[in-house]
């Protein structure tokens, strides 16, 4: 009996253990990302990366110029698009939605949030760049904007629906309308949680090359307006790193940090906003 | 939500009521707001028309054997989606072999043992890790995972169990084992942190009941705890398939692109995701250009087929809605 015991004492300190290393596995593999990419692209990155234009293939040098700016224009114009629509859908399924039809909204952008990024690259390739006949940032920043929209619309509508009642009746039993309560009472009271769920949905699109590949395609120079070609930080990743030249390699590292670091950054200040903002929402 | 549903419904009080609503701006704010929701509805319809639209040539073409056919060939017109849906179930598959274990393991470790503060910092950077682009998993697969696969992992597995056909084969380090194990990483911070959620649902009367009954810190957990939130486990696990299934850069670019099907899990492969990724743009001719929307269409059904139950066991047991993606 008592052997049985000592057993099963061990059994749990083992088996709990493991639980323990399971979790500095993950963690651990967060900041073997982060060092070895730091390491790599901190050697890589200089001030040609930044400024310049890429060289033709094969050559030394040259940089990513194009990609930076391209990718400030997708993200730019699928921020203007998705942002607005995205916050205002949220306001109707959090204050007016009814039950049939908000529901079905509601369901429709959980299944939008689920598909894969490059079936939406397919969606703006057959609504955009055939029409268009050529890729285009226009057709890059749509595709984003399609992801955007749902991850705006869900965050937006949770956190104003977790502003208390109160709050609402307070406003309206000071004869405010209910579009005046929502306007100077409610999203107030929520600004913090909403603008938090719009980084977080900004840095997330920020990163994605799938949906890019065939919508805005590449570019070696710096395409001006919205009609043509052009280059974005993480299909320069895939290019550069997939193809066979060392010096591209050595630029996917440096382009590979400065992405993971914008990302990660946005994605700490997102939160940070949030745990301060707190005590407003409860 | 349920609060405001009686003001959105046309008031029983009649036209004069409506007309009042209209001139205080309700009415106006509320078909304002209900045109952006809408929106959405019409992405999504539109989406799911042009995938089906935009594949109609294949589908007439070649009707279901589309998917049991292995030959893709776009140079004589011949397309068959079978090699690309094995590489992606198989893939995805093995990814949750090596995901699922760690991933429980280390949302019992953070909701069951870890002081709260040790908790939510670990929780804060497994978050992080869900926020890594696809292509930044991708780029550090090709540089380091790729070759450790080839020199150290999968020699020692040949070693040790190749009398087995799955770990038998040239080694390449290109290939769907490279690929699982990638994905295993990019699934692990979704099952991670819904599971525990999941687990810290669960009312400590659970865990003392347990413990009274003489059970040791692990019985309980396994048997008591563990159970108890099995609907968001599995959830979580639904999720993270989801997303495995449908991950397109950090898989292209350690798969090896070999469009045909091997048993050898160290032979290069293809998925759905990846083919389409690396054929779109280049695609010679409509009927290739839409043998690969179709491919989109089998990945779209696939995934939100798997998301809605995902998303069932969820609610099922955490009441969140949504699961943050």
Same mark, same amino acid.
């Given at each position: 009996?008592?052997?049985?015991?000592?057993?099963?004492?061990?059994?749990?300190?083992?088996?709990?253990?493991?639980?323990?290393?399971?979790?500095?596995?993950?963690?651990?593999?967060? %900041?073997?990302?982060?060092?070895?990419?730091?390491? /790599?692209?901190?050697?890589?990155?200089?001030?040609?990366?930044?400024?310049?234009?890429?060289?033709?293939?094969?050559?030394?040098?040259?940089?990513?110029?194009?990609?930076?700016?391209?990718? %400030?224009?997708?993200?730019?114009?699928?921020?203007?698009?998705?942002?607005?629509?995205? %916050?205002?859908?949220?306001?109707?399924?959090?204050?007016?939605?009814?039950?049939? %039809?908000?529901?079905?909204?509601?369901?429709?952008?959980?299944?939008?949030?689920?598909?894969?990024?490059?079936?939406?690259?397919?969606?703006?390739?057959?609504?955009?760049?055939?029409?268009?006949?050529?890729?285009?940032?226009?057709?890059?920043?749509?595709?984003?904007?399609?992801?955007?929209?749902?991850?705006?619309?869900?965050?937006?509508?949770?956190?104003?629906?977790?502003?208390?009642?109160?709050?609402?009746?307070?406003?309206?039993?000071?004869?405010?309308?209910?579009?005046?309560?929502?306007?100077?009472?409610?999203?107030?009271?929520?600004?913090?949680?909403?603008?938090?769920?719009?980084?977080?949905?900004?840095?997330?699109?920020?990163?994605?090359?799938?949906?890019?590949?065939?919508?805005?395609?590449? /570019?070696?120079?710096?395409?001006?307006?919205?009609?043509?070609?052009?280059?974005?930080?993480?299909?320069?990743?895939?290019?550069?790193?997939?193809?066979?030249?060392?010096?591209?390699?050595?630029?996917?590292?440096?382009?590979?940090?400065?992405?993971?670091?914008?990302?990660?950054?946005?994605?700490?200040?997102?939160?940070?906003?949030?745990?301060?903002?707190?005590?407003?929402?409860? | 939500?349920? +609060?405001?549903?009686?003001?959105?419904?046309?008031?029983?009080?009649?036209?004069?009521?409506?007309?009042?609503?209209?001139?205080?701006?309700?009415?106006?704010?509320?078909?304002?707001?209900?045109?952006?929701?809408?929106?959405?509805?019409?992405?999504?319809?539109?989406?799911?028309?042009?995938?089906?639209?935009?594949?109609?040539?294949?589908?007439?073409?070649?009707?279901?054997?589309?998917?049991?056919?292995?030959?893709?060939?776009?140079?004589?017109?011949?397309?068959?989606?079978?090699?690309?849906?094995?590489?992606?179930?198989?893939?995805?598959?093995?990814?949750?072999?090596?995901?699922?274990?760690?991933?429980?393991?280390?949302?019992?470790? &953070?909701?069951?043992l870890a002081p709260p503060r040790i908790s939510s910092l670990f929780t804060f950077f497994i978050e992080l890790l869900a926020a890594v682009p696809s292509v930044i998993y991708g780029l550090l697969a090709i540089f380091t995972l790729v070759p450790l696969m080839r020199d150290y992992v999968e020699p020692f597995l040949k070693k040790t169990l190749g009398v087995v056909p799955v770990f038998g084969g040239a080694i390449y380090g290109f290939g769907y084992l490279t690929a699982a194990v990638i994905l295993a990483v990019m699934t692990l911070p979704f099952i991670i942190s819904i599971s525990r959620e999941a687990l810290l649902e669960v009312p400590t009367e659970q865990r003392e009941a347990a413990l009274a009954l003489g059970a040791t810190r692990?019985?309980?957990?396994?048997?008591?705890?563990?159970?108890?939130?099995?609907?968001?486990?599995?959830?979580?696990?639904?999720?993270?398939?989801?997303?495995?299934?449908?991950?397109?850069?950090?898989?292209?670019?350690?798969?090896?692109?070999?469009?045909?099907?091997?048993?050898?899990?160290?032979?290069?492969?293809? +998925?759905?995701?990846?083919?389409?990724?690396?054929?779109?743009?280049?695609?010679?001719?409509? &009927?290739?250009?839409?043998?690969?929307?179709?491919?989109?269409?089998?990945?779209?059904?696939? +995934?939100?087929?798997?998301?809605?139950?995902?998303?069932?066991?969820?609610?099922?047991? +955490?009441?969140?809605?949504?699961?943050?993606?």
């Open positions: 009996m008592t052997l049985r015991n000592r057993w099963r004492k061990t059994l749990s300190y083992i088996m709990l253990s493991l639980t323990g290393v399971c979790a500095v596995v993950a963690v651990a593999i967060l %900041f073997l990302i982060l060092g070895y990419l730091v390491y /790599n692209g901190w050697r890589s990155v200089d001030w040609n990366f930044l400024t310049k234009l890429p060289k033709s293939p094969g050559e030394t040098g040259g940089g990513m110029a194009n990609a930076i700016v391209g990718s %400030f224009q997708i993200i730019l114009l699928a921020t203007v698009i998705g942002l607005p629509i995205g %916050f205002m859908a949220g306001v109707y399924l959090s204050e007016f939605g009814g039950k049939t %039809f908000a529901f079905l909204v509601r369901y429709m952008a959980d299944l939008l949030n689920g598909v894969p990024s490059i079936v939406i690259g397919i969606f703006a390739y057959a609504v955009v760049v055939i029409p268009m006949h050529g890729n285009s940032a226009s057709a890059g920043g749509l595709a984003l904007a399609v992801m955007l929209i749902p991850i705006t619309a869900r965050s937006t509508e949770q956190f104003m629906s977790s502003v208390p009642q109160t709050l609402r009746e307070g406003a309206l039993a000071l004869g405010a309308s209910k579009w005046k309560t929502i306007a100077t009472v409610v999203v107030p009271a929520a600004h913090r949680g909403i603008a938090t769920g719009m980084i977080l949905g900004v840095a997330r699109i920020a990163g994605e090359a799938a949906p890019l590949l065939f919508t805005s395609g590449n /570019n070696d120079y710096i395409s001006s307006g919205f009609s043509q070609p052009t280059a974005s930080l993480p299909v320069m990743i895939f290019l550069r790193a997939t193809s066979p030249y060392d010096d591209w390699h050595r630029q996917a590292w440096a382009a590979g940090m400065v992405l993971l670091l914008l990302v990660l950054f946005a994605n700490i200040a997102a939160r940070l906003i949030l745990s301060r903002g707190i005590a407003v929402q409860r | 939500m349920a +609060t405001t549903a009686a003001s959105s419904a046309p008031p029983s009080g009649g036209a004069q009521v409506w007309l009042k609503r209209l001139r205080s701006g309700d009415e106006v704010a509320r078909l304002i707001t209900l045109v952006f929701a809408s929106i959405i509805l019409v992405l999504t319809v539109g989406l799911v028309y042009q995938l089906w639209a935009t594949s109609s040539m294949p589908r007439h073409k070649f009707g279901f054997t589309f998917l049991t056919s292995s030959l893709w060939n776009p140079v004589t017109g011949q397309f068959g989606a079978l090699p690309f849906i094995y590489g992606t179930v198989v893939t995805s598959a093995i990814a949750l072999l090596i995901a699922v274990p760690l991933g429980v393991g280390a949302a019992i470790f &953070l909701s069951e692990w019985e309980s957990t396994w048997q008591a705890v563990v159970p108890y939130a099995r609907l968001g486990i599995f959830g979580s696990i639904f999720l993270a398939l989801a997303r495995a299934l449908g991950e397109t850069m950090a898989v292209t670019m350690v798969i090896g692109n070999d469009p045909s099907i091997h048993a050898s899990l160290f032979a290069p492969g293809y +998925t759905i995701a990846a083919v389409i990724a690396n054929e779109f743009a280049e695609a010679s001719g409509d &009927l290739h250009v839409q043998s690969l929307v179709e491919l989109g269409l089998v990945l779209f059904l696939l +995934t939100i087929m798997i998301n809605a139950l995902a998303r069932l066991l969820i609610i099922a047991t +955490t009441r969140r809605g949504s699961a943050q993606s």
